[in-house]
Nanobody, 118 residues
């Protein structure tokens, strides 16, 4: 499975941004997709995941209530709608996918940069 995140940019604090992730390849085998982010000098942080078939979701405490994850099976895409953005949300955002419950996440490309100005 190949993944490509897009939609990042510069936004003011309190603003909104929508990220997209396009999946290609053996997407029929995907079990779950997720968003992660990594700020300079910090470890990669899990944000949210969504199961590919049923659409069940889970969020990290840091983004619950502000971010919303969704997927479009027909278009093989996943999105992350981000609102009430804070400067601490600034990071490179990555989309990822796993093919089984116990499998490892595969990350897509170089991610997309989100910068939130105060």
């Amino acid at each position: 499975v190949q993944l490509q995140a897009s939609g990042g940019g510069l936004v003011q604090a309190g603003g909104s941004l929508r990220l997209s992730c396009a999946a290609s390849g053996r997407t029929v085998n995907m079990y779950r997709m997720a968003w992660f982010r990594q700020a300079p000098g910090k470890e990669r942080e899990f944000l949210a995941h969504i199961t590919w078939s049923g659409g069940s979701t889970m969020y990290a405490d840091s983004v619950r209530g502000r971010f919303f994850i969704s997927r479009n099976k027909a278009q093989n895409t996943m999105a992350l709608q981000m609102s009430s953005l804070k400067p601490e949300d600034s990071a490179v955002y990555f989309c990822a996918a796993k093919l089984s419950p116990g499998g490892q996440y595969m990350y897509g490309g170089q991610g997309t940069q989100v910068t939130v100005s105060s």
